[in-house]
């Protein structure tokens, strides 16, 4: 093992506490996306106090930030996600995300100058369906950077990701009020069109390919039962292997939402709520740095199978590894049977296998930025 690997590691571990500290304080104020104020000032804290500059709002985005150490040659980016999944809390690990960047940052900032580095934290909000990463890189963040990383929690740890592409929209109806017993025939039933829109999506996944996804969730389909709904809402994901492959695969799904709006006499308002998320282009040498680390910390990667297919899972750092080397490795926090995105998985994104998993993907992150460095 390296000096500067020794160096990195024992930094983490004299912030081991204060990491998990920060962890446990985002896993028990969870804010939604664009919503995460609270965080985004705590994340940095300790960066601050480790001589990182730090520029809350970056680039205009309130919940935002940027923090960097050193001017090294060689630029390493940390990723730190800290939005929670809305009604579920940190069902996907984001507080644990923020704090393995954080602790990553904090170990190579020790070696910085030894190794040549310029060690760069990029707190990015929204990920869970906002693209924060993607208003930050059409804003410039990114540019020029050598490598860029984060660790996702997951049941089991799986080196490389491979999420699909997917498009976020908001799906509203416009129909007419009346009342449901005494004049029917006045109202236009806005529900109804959802109801139209998802036997129409359901009958196309016949035709879809096997690898694509459509699903979503009616937010808002009326008042009271004897009140024919005036309005719908909800918030529909398209998800392909590629960004192309999605281009082609969207406006078939957008039709069976036209197909409501025909049927029941309604107006249809689809919105984009963020610019599409990429497929992952993954940097092979970096994978493999990390690979090795996570070996020699005793790290276990999975085979195929369901556990591991969070690996699948769409994220904005894909957009950010189309302009940058990237890596986004997933880290096993014990919790089978639960899986990401259910309330028993946030249980499980405290305690102790998360607090291991935290710190060895700190770690991880860390010498893999050595790597890259020398």
């Given at each position: 093992m390296t000096t500067p690997k020794n160096a990195a590691r024992a930094e983490v571990d004299r912030h081991a506490e204060?990491?998990?500290?920060?962890?446990?304080?985002?896993?028990?104020?969870?804010?939604t996306a664009w919503e995460e104020h609270r965080a985004a000032a705590m994340v940095p804290e300790l960066l601050d106090s480790a001589g990182f500059a730090v520029t809350p709002g970056y680039l205009g985005l309130d919940t935002a930030f940027y923090a960097s150490f050193g001017d090294g040659p060689t630029r390493i980016a940390l990723c730190a996600e800290y939005d929670a999944l809305p009604g579920l809390g940190h069902a996907c690990g984001h507080n644990l995300i923020a704090a393995s960047?954080?602790?990553?940052?904090?170990?190579?900032?020790?070696?910085?100058?030894?190794?040549?580095l310029t060690v760069e934290v990029y707190g990015t909000p929204a990920e869970e369906g906002g693209g924060g990463k993607i208003e930050l890189l059409d804003r410039g963040a990114f540019r020029d950077v050598d490598l860029a990383m984060m660790v996702h929690p997951a049941p089991v740890d799986v080196a490389e990701a491979r999420p699909f592409a997917?498009?976020?929209?908001?799906?509203?109806?416009?129909?007419?009020?009346?009342?449901?017993?005494?004049?029917?025939?006045?109202?236009?039933?806005?529900?109804?069109?959802?109801?139209v829109a998802q036997v129409a999506?359901?009958?196309?996944?016949?035709?879809?390919p096997s690898?694509?996804?459509?699903?979503?969730?009616?937010?808002?389909?009326?008042?009271?039962?004897?009140?024919?709904?005036?309005?719908?809402?909800?918030?529909?994901?398209?998800?392909?292997?590629?960004?192309?492959?999605?281009?082609?695969?969207?406006?078939r799904v957008m039709r069976a939402f036209e197909a409501g709006a025909l049927a029941t006499g309604c107006e249809l308002t689809i919105e984009p709520e963020s610019?599409?998320?990429?497929?992952?282009?993954?940097?092979?040498?970096?994978?493999?740095?990390?690979?090795?680390?996570?070996?020699?910390?005793?790290r276990e990667f999975a085979p195929d199978g369901t556990a591991s297919r969070m690996n699948r899972a769409s994220t904005d750092m894909g957009n950010v590894s189309q302009v940058v080397p990237a890596i986004h490795p997933y880290i096993g926090i014990g919790s089978l049977p639960a899986l990401n995105h259910q309330r028993e998985f946030a249980a499980h994104c405290v305690g102790g296998e998360a607090e291991r998993a935290l710190l060895d993907g700190a770690i991880a992150l860390a010498w893999t930025g050595v790597d890259r460095a020398v």
């Open positions: 204060a990491l998990i500290r920060l962890s446990d304080r985002l896993h028990a104020d969870p804010e960047s954080v602790g990553a940052a904090l170990g190579l900032a020790a070696v910085a100058d030894d190794a040549g997917v498009s976020h929209s908001k799906v509203s109806y416009r129909g007419r009020s009346a009342h449901a017993a005494a004049y029917p025939e006045a109202g236009i039933n806005a529900a109804d069109a959802f109801t999506i359901g009958l196309l996944r016949q035709q879809l690898s694509a996804r459509v699903h979503g969730v009616v937010t808002h389909a009326g008042d009271a039962p004897n009140a024919i709904p005036e309005h719908a809402t909800g918030r529909w994901y398209v998800r392909a292997e590629t960004l192309s492959e999605l281009a082609a695969l969207e406006p610019r599409p998320y990429a497929e992952f282009r993954a940097d092979e040498t970096a994978l493999a740095a990390y690979r090795a680390n996570a070996l020699v910390l005793g």
